[in-house]
């Protein structure tokens, strides 16, 4: 069974944990797309772990997790990560699998992408690892795969000192390197989990572009990027967290205004920790934006939504979500391509009341607080689409699960 997790908002909604959650009962975990701009964090009681490159699936000691064909991956970063992971005491050596058609990124391609953005009149705010240059080469046909590294011909147009690096990493990383596609084939009764990176927003060609990232973070990166055909999907869920953070620049917009100390923005950043995992850049904050993440469930045909970081506002009397965009006299539930159009969109908001009590240790959706649940039924509403799961603190164990996603809908 095959069940797909990716982001619903810009980045950051939680993946990592909840894909973490969900691989309990998997066994394969595959990272479909991006590179290591992402930023997955896992919370277990005593150590917290960030994950770039590696699958979140990797802190269990049985599971076997794969770096899929939609990667971009730089070698000396992997190995890095593996390396800490194993100062933490996690053995990963023999269950890390690399997809053969995944790109690598050169050291050099995170000038490049540097220079870019000095160039660039209005920057993206990339996270300056090259991902964007990778999966530019990838495109324009002038990518290396990871099954081409001992190739002459395809490291011709290479310079001296990407082939010296490249011959480098190597004896690595081809023991690791598997035909994705065959061993899903051979593995296709296994309960498979497709983690995606950054969200649909984020999406190359669903997101807010050209303020996105360049890979695939659409649910239909899982297919073309995991190594399984689109049917072969059971499952999509979208995770989103109760308000919005974004990171980097781009339209947002319910972005909070004040974000002076004391304001609301600022009381969210601090109680959310929302600061990015891999640059720790302060994220912008606002509310909860139903407009886009109706337009994530439609676009990405999300079966089931995972909320998260619901406790955020334990402590908040009011809050408010938007409904509607007016975009100059008209309003607008639909999701509009023109950043100009989301620049000037007002945000139509309702307002719901606080549940003013701590949630974390709920662990059914009966403990929760009503008004904590008519939030979730709203949601649900709004976006035709239920809510499975909900996440009520950063460590493993605040989830609460509502119905099962390894089920065929
Ligand atoms: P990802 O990129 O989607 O995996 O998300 P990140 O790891 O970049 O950011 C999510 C942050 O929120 C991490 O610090 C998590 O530990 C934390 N987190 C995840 N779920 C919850 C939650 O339900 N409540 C709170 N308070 N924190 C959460
Ligand atoms: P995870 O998987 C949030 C953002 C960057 C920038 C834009 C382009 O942790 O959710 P890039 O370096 O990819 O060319 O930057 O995308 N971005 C993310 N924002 N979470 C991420 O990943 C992101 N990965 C990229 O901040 O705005
Ligand atoms: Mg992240």
């Known amino acids: 069974m095959n069940v797909v997790i990716i982001g619903a908002q810009w980045g950051d909604e939680g993946k990592g944990k909840i894909v973490d959650y969900l691989a309990q009962d998997a ?14 964090t896992i919370v277990l009681s005593d150590t917290t772990y960030a994950l770039h490159l590696v699958p979140s699936g990797i802190l269990y000691a049985d599971k076997t997790v794969l770096l899929g064909s939609g990667m971009v991956i730089e070698p000396s970063a992997l190995f890095a990560e593996l390396e800490d ?9 023999g269950r890390v699998l690399i997809s053969d058609r995944a790109h690598l990124v050169l050291p050099r391609y995170r000038q490049v992408d540097r220079e870019l953005e000095s160039k660039r009149k209005k920057p993206i705010g990339t996270t300056g690892r090259g991902i964007g240059v990778a999966y530019a080469f990838k495109a324009s046909r002038d990518g290396i795969r990871l099954a081409d590294i001992g190739d002459e011909d395809c490291l011709q147009n290479l310079e001296k000192e990407d082939k010296a690096y490249l011959a480098e990493w190597r004896p690595r990383l081809e023991p690791m390197a598997v035909d994705l596609v065959s061993y899903l084939h051979q593995h296709q009764n296994s309960w ?32 073309a990027q995991g190594g399984i055909g689109p049917r072969k999907i059971d499952r999509i869920l979208g995770v989103f967290k109760a308000y919005t953070t974004r990171v980097g620049n781009g339209p947002f917009p319910t972005e909070f ?12 950043r601090t109680t959310g920790h929302e600061y990015g995992t891999t640059t720790g850049r302060p994220r912008r904050c606002g509310y909860l934006d139903l407009v886009a993440l109706r337009y994530a469930c439609i676009v990405n045909s999300i079966d089931r939504l995972v ?28 999701f509009p391509a023109s950043v100009k159009d989301l620049e000037q ?17 709920c662990q059914s959706w009966e403990d929760l607080p009503l008004k904590a649940r008519e939030y979730v039924e709203f949601i649900e509403d709004y976006t035709q ?3 499975s799961i909900i996440s009520v603190g950063s460590e493993r164990k605040k989830t609460i699960i509502k119905e099962s996603p390894w089920i065929r809908s």
């Open 27 to 40: 066994g394969i975990v595959v990272r479909f797309s991006g590179g290591a701009n992402a930023g997955h």
């Open 85 to 93: 992971l194993k100062s933490k005491g996690i053995q990963w050596e």
């Open 192 to 223: 498979t989990l497709f983690e995606g990176a950054q969200g649909a927003l984020l999406d190359i060609d669903t997101g807010t572009y050209p303020f996105v990232s360049s890979g695939m973070s659409c649910a239909a990166g899982a297919a």
């Open 257 to 268: 205004k004040d974000d002076s100390p004391g304001s609301l923005s600022s009381y969210i």
């Open 307 to 334: 909320l998260t970081h619901l406790d955020v506002y334990d402590e908040l009397p009011e809050f408010e979500a938007c409904v509607g965009y007016r975009i100059g006299d008209k309003v607008v539930q639909d």
């Open 345 to 361: 969109a007002v945000p139509v908001l309702k307002k719901f009341e606080g549940w003013k009590q701590p949630i974390d240790s």
């Open 385 to 387: 689409t239920p809510i």
